[in-house]
């Protein structure tokens, strides 16, 4: 009778923590939040307003005491108390039974590959605070192909490319384990400024960041194609100081993206001259899997096929990808732990 009234109390979290959005996973419930990774905090009094959805509503439209913070940049904690305390509100809106320590839940938390054992600690820390009874680590190309239902558990080359908001991910992987990998901080931010670099330049307009993915989302693609896509973009003339609406095409953001998709085409290049050749013979065949938001942009999997010559592929629902594959760490605790890096929390918060 107690194990069955623990097992109702005690709700495992996965959270795919990214730069831009943040998704939740609850066992034996799925995925229930994704929202975006900001908060809005008040500089005078230093108290948070407002978490996701909300947060990002006041993206660009605050005075000057009130401030939108994404706390992770580049994949990496950047601020420590603000992502303390987003963690918390996401625990605590997934989590409803924390009544004494030993219902706490047990969190994974996905990292980008080739952090430093410092930036680790730090997602460790900010989730112990948060209210973890215990914390996993799992890195988000092996949590991204477990996601995506690849056998990485078997002597078998698996190709992924992780194109989050703030990191691409370029991992080889085979046994469990990564074989190689690749870390840019080049992904869905950096496009959104390379688009607002590109429409200063030409155009003499200056456009907000919201605006710049947005219009990458609508009509963004990397390579040309017959049907040239137009949508208008409103901001402020560089000149004059006033409003002005302009005309961009899908070409206008073919040219902003060209520097950074290139850098990106490059790491994967890269990362298979690094292959060893039995496991490359394994990728010629099953081709490289596309995971995270990046990956929907028009043409990308096109590209890269041309590029490396191997077939390339988006897996299905590609943007939760990775918090499935904690999901189904969580799930299987026992025959996938050895995917994990572990830490105890000695001390849960009171």
Known sequence: MLNKVFHYFNEDIAIDLGTAYSLVYVRGRGIII????VVALNKKTGQILAIGKEAKKMVGRTPAHIQSIRPLQRGVVSDFEVTEQMLKYFIDKAHRRKIFPLTWPRVIVGIPCGVTEVEKKAVEDAAKSAG?????????????AIGARLPIQEPKGNFLVDIGGG??????????????????KIAGDKLDEDIVDYVAQRYKILVGQRSAEEIKISIGGVIPFREKKEAPLRGRNLVTGLPEEIIVSSEDIRKALEKSINQIVEAIKMTIEQTPPEILSDVMNEGIHLVGGGSLLRGLDKLIANSTKMPVRIIEDPLTAVVRGEGMVLENLDALKETLTETEVEEPPH
């Not at 994704?34 to 990774?37: I, M, R, T």
Request: charged share 20%; proline share 6%; glycine share 6%.
């Open 167 to 184: 990191t691409t991910e370029v991992a080889v992987i085979s046994l469990g384990g990564i074989v190689t990998s690749k870390s840019l």
């Open 34 to 37: 994704n929202e975006p990774s």
């Open 132 to 144: 973890a009874r215990e914390v996993f680590l799992i890195e988000e190309p092996i949590a991204a």
